[in-house]
């Protein structure tokens, strides 16, 4: 089958999922299609290695994978150390599909991984059919992480906020005393004047 990042758009209802053989006009077009069916499945693509030309460096392979793939290096770090772990959005998944592009030019899925070794969260627009939902316990999680994260940015917007105000306090008190140098200087220029206009008279 041939898809050109237009065709093979089904509905909603519906998931096309990649194959081996399946070919495609252009490594922008695969891509389109691999995260166009990622979002109906449930997942995030990540972008990942190419193989470039080594005679004018054109991309000839392209890997893609769920961006849950691999494990986060600060958390192998911490267990080895005995640190408590960081919170990472990889959990070592497989999932990924490999194109290569071919001497006709088109480019052709050569390897392509479906299962996931986490649960898939379907967006609104997405398919439910054999998929599962995020337990409401990393729902919780998440609505926790954004309440946090919006905390911090208050605390952030407040912080600058405070910064701005007392630069501009700082600016209106050089300001004063900047006003009462030149003032104290305008008249001791009237008292020079005036001392020349009397001697002046005599």
């Known amino acids: 089958m041939d898809v050109d990042g237009n065709t093979g758009q089904l509905k909603d209802s519906e998931v096309l999922e990649p194959y081996v053989g399946m070919e495609f006009e252009s490594e922008d077009a695969a891509r389109k299609f691999y995260i166009d069916y990622a979002r109906k499945v449930g997942f995030v693509v990540r972008i990942m290695q190419r193989r470039r030309s080594e005679t004018d460096g ?14 986060s290096p600060n958390n192998q770090g911490s267990v080895a150390s005995g640190k408590r ?3 990472s959005a990889r ?5 990924t599909i490999l ?3 071919e001497k006709s030019g088109k480019w052709v899925v050569t390897r392509f991984v479906k299962d996931h070794n986490h649960p898939l969260i379907i967006s609104a627009r997405g398919v439910s059919n054999g998929v599962r939902f995020l337990p409401n316990v990393d729902k919780d999680k998440k609505i926790e992480q954004l309440t ?3 905390q911090r940015q208050d605390q952030l917007c407040t912080a600058y906020r405070n910064k701005l105000l007392n630069f501009l306090a700082s600016v209106e008190e050089q300001g004063e005393h900047l006003s009462s140098k030149i003032n104290g200087v305008i008249e001791n220029v009237k008292k020079i004047e005036a001392e020349i206009q009397k001697s002046s008279c005599h």
């Open 85 to 87: 772990p960081r919170c």
């Open 91 to 95: 959990e070592g998944c497989k999932a």
């Open 58 to 71: 054109r991309t000839l392979a392209r890997r893609l994978g769920c961006n849950k793939q691999g494990f």
């Open 99 to 101: 194109v290569k592009m």
């Open 148 to 150: 946090l994260e919006l």
